[in-house]
């Protein structure tokens, strides 16, 4: 029906793993006290939001994934 190549399931597994890390330790320059701190430039803000570097995050692994991948099948 729906086939999944299994370094994807590994992918989702990394990722979430770095999603809650990210969480559960709270920089500073991503997190206030107990919440995400605004996006914008300013007092109090951040252009790095827990949003921005998830997607960040998501995109830059699938890439690392799709290049690893490729030279493994000899397409590179």
Sequence with gaps: ????RNGIKYLIII???ISILIWYYKPKMI??????KNFGTGYNKTVFSYHIVLIFLALVLF???EVIWSKRNNFL
């Design 15 to 17: 990722y979430l793993a």
């Design 63 to 65: 890439y690392i994934y």
């Design 31 to 36: 997190f206030n006290d107990k919440s995400t």
């Design 1 to 4: 029906m729906f086939e999944v």
